[in-house]
């Protein structure tokens, strides 16, 4: 496996792959690996032939009372685990190699990334689009793969890869989650015992949402309500939204037939969580 920190480097070995007539594929990360990357991983060693996964904690998508500082950072370990899985190259450049001095180019979404976690994270999808842009123009994958865990963040990557012509397949692969139907996330580090605890509130009232729809017993706009109710009761919790929509544009809900979403973020303690899942429209499941 190549590890490498060097932009030259990548792009050889890149062009090298390609020349052997290898689809590339790309998991672009913020590193502290768990099981949620590893299946991002393993989908892109299944359908592509050479992966590259990046790690990089992307300055521009924290917001100044963030957690930059704090995030966890784990090169080492990391990059055994992708050794142990057989990803062909990682990349984890530095600062200046992904913002070069005086650097002024954006790429933003506008509209999708203006709600919800936008509302409560200004300027984190623009970094967010502006980096993997960058990691895209670095990398040139075929296919690259993301979690539906940032459903929003799927979705405004793949209105930016076909907004701009990217010759790139976006891949959302599905949500992996401890035993207790906590979604894993490198943040989860952060909870204490019990705060975890706390933070299992959310994927519970998510799943009792989903239920509540696909079997009929509460219309959509009961079930939103029940789930803001739940969730704003929690000792320990604050929530930031909670909401059913439809999940191709993230409108309000209209149309029966709509295949929804269910999204909710909170804070738990200084750890801000997200979590989604998706819930077929009433009387399909
Ligand atoms: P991050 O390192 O948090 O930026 O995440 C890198 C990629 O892994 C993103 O596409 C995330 O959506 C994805 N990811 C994070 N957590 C999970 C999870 N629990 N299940 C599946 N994918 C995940």
Do not use: W
Not at 81 to 94: A, I, K, S, W
Not at 131 to 141: R, W
Not at 272 to 284: A, E, F, W, Y
Request: proline share 6%.
């Amino acid at each position: 496996m190549l590890a490498t920190a060097s932009l030259d480097e990548l792009r050889a070995a890149v062009r090298e792959a390609r020349a052997a007539g290898k689809r590339i594929g790309c998991v672009p990360t913020m590193g502290a690996l768990h099981a949620g990357h590893l299946s991002l991983m393993r989908s892109a060693l299944n359908e592509t032939d050479y992966v590259v996964v990046t790690i990089f904690v992307n300055p521009t998508q924290f917001g100044p009372n963030e957690d930059f500082d704090r995030y966890p950072r784990q090169l080492d370990k990391d990059l055994e685990l992708c050794r142990g899985l057989g990803v062909h190259c990682v990349f984890h450049p530095d600062v200046q190699t992904m913002y070069p001095p005086d650097d002024a180019t954006i790429v933003e979404v506008q509209g999708l990334s203006t709600i919800l976690e936008g509302e409560h994270r200004p300027g984190h999808f623009r970094g967010v689009t502006t980096v993997v842009t960058k990691l895209f123009h670095a990398v040139q994958p075929d296919v690259a793969f993301f979690g539906q865990k940032d459903f929003q963040q799927q979705l405004i990557l793949r209105r930016m890869a076909r907004d701009l012509l990217m010759p790139i397949r976006i891949r959302t692969c599905p949500t992996v989650r401890d035993p207790d139907g906590l979604a894993l996330s490198s943040r989860n580090a952060y909870l204490t015992a019990d705060e975890r605890r706390t933070a299992l509130n959310i994927s519970r009232a998510l799943f009792r949402a989903r239920e509540a729809i696909e079997s009929g017993e509460l219309s959509v706009a009961e079930a939103e309500k029940r789930l803001v109710q739940v969730l704003s009761s929690v000792p320990g919790l604050k929530l930031d939204y909670a909401v059913i929509r439809n999940a191709e544009t993230l409108d309000p809900a209209e149309n029966t037939g709509d295949q929804l979403v269910g999204l909710v973020a909170a804070r738990v303690g200084t750890t801000r969580l997200i979590d989604n899942v998706l819930i077929s429209p009433p009387g399909t499941a």
